[in-house]
């Protein structure tokens, strides 16, 4: 018995070992090719071709490890058979994917950073390095609860707002977490955007209704509105984004977005409550791409909702359903320097991708 079970044992292992070194490592690839879908004839567009000359192109959507792809490694039938008879490759596993994404930023090197509220995590699609990261740690030893805003420091440090932690938390950009600010100041923050001039961190407080000002080391040094529906007061205030030298709040249970220079000044501020597209009803995520245009999100009714410089309203995109460009119930959205847009599609459990192609 005892020879019988040696022998089992170390053939068993041999295989192993066999198949170890007859099959190649398979190579990751990012399968999201977002400049070749531009020359699909049959790319959703907005207006559609049918209408006008389309000014977004639906570019595709980032879900999770469903985006990457390894090669087929060139394994002979030896390889095949022994790796049947080992009862190796039989257990598939699951891929991990999104499940709640909230928002999002894009690095220089094309690094896409998604929060996730229901995987209490951040996601980083890797195109360079071809993987996917999750990043589960908001501190050594504790997890993300709710994570919802996310920006980048200057020094590639990431920062992310978790409403249940009350605070923001810093990772090193190999997700390592590297301390916090706003702990005992922040009572449920949201959105969080960066001033790249000046290193200045806008956090918002969805429950404290205001905008709190920090400094690259993470001191208070300001507080933007308080609680009302006035000219620069805010009702529950959720994400932000600070571009061309304006920070630009979505305060959603006033339903509108107000856009206050860097001190905390109010300038403008459009949208209004109503039943038809272009109304804000529960606005979410707000961003603005290089030509200033201002895309907003209609939580309520499923729609991406895009503005010029002024406020004044272009065109919807979306409605509710799960197809290229519908959406269900999305929440933030985030523009990179190639104007592609970003939309945190929430309930459909990935990112969709819009590529902005310019011009009035």
């Not at 300001?222 to 620069?232: C, E, L, M, Y």
């Amino acid at each position: 018995m005892r020879i019988h079970t040696t022998l089992h044992w170390g053939t068993g292992f041999w295989l192993v070992l066999l198949l170890t070194a007859c099959a190649e490592t398979p190579k990751k690839t990012f399968d999201m090719d977002l400049e070749g879908v531009l020359e699909q004839r049959d790319t959703p567009s907005w207006p559609s071709k049918e209408q006008a000359v389309p000014r977004y192109l639906f570019a595709g959507e980032l879900t999770g490890e469903e985006n990457f792809t390894r090669e087929q490694s060139k394994r002979s039938g030896l390889v095949k058979v022994l790796a049947w008879v080992a009862g190796l490759g039989l257990e598939q596993k699951q891929p991990r994917v999104l499940q709640r994404p909230q928002g999002g930023t894009v690095d220089e090197q094309g690094r896409v950073y998604v929060t996730d509220v229901s995987r209490q995590a951040v996601f980083v699609f890797d195109k360079v390095a071809g993987e996917l990261l999750i990043w589960e740690n908001a501190r050594p030893g504790v997890r993300f609860i709710a994570p919802i805003g996310i920006t980048l420091d200057a020094n590639g440090e990431v920062l992310v707002a978790d409403a249940e932690l009350a605070a923001v938390l810093r990772l090193g950009p190999d997700g390592r977490p590297l301390g916090s600010f706003g702990d005992g100041i922040l009572v449920r923050p949201t959105g969080i955007a960066r001033d790249p001039a000046t290193g200045t961190i806008y956090v918002a407080d969805t429950r404290a209704n205001d905008i709190k000002v920090f400094d690259a080391e993470g001191q208070l040094l300001d507080t933007i509105g308080s609680r009302g529906d006035g000219p620069g007061d805010l009702n529950a205030p959720t994400y932000i984004s600070f571009a061309h030298d304006r920070l630009y709040v979505t305060d959603t249970l006033n339903s509108r977005i107000q856009i206050f220079d860097r001190d905390g000044a109010m300038l403008e501020m459009f949208g209004q409550r109503g039943l038809y597209v272009g109304n804000l009803t529960r606005p979410k995520g707000v961003a603005v791409d290089d030509e200033g245009n201002i895309y907003v999100v209609e939580s309520y009714y499923d729609y991406v909702l895009i503005f010029d410089q002024q406020g004044r309203y272009l065109l919807p995109i979306g409605g509710t359903g799960h197809r290229p460009g519908q959406f269900y119930l999305p929440a933030g959205i985030w523009t990179d320097r190639h104007n592609r847009v970003y939309v945190a599609d929430m309930f459909n459990g990935r990112v969709v991708i819009l590529q902005y192609l310019g011009g009035a």
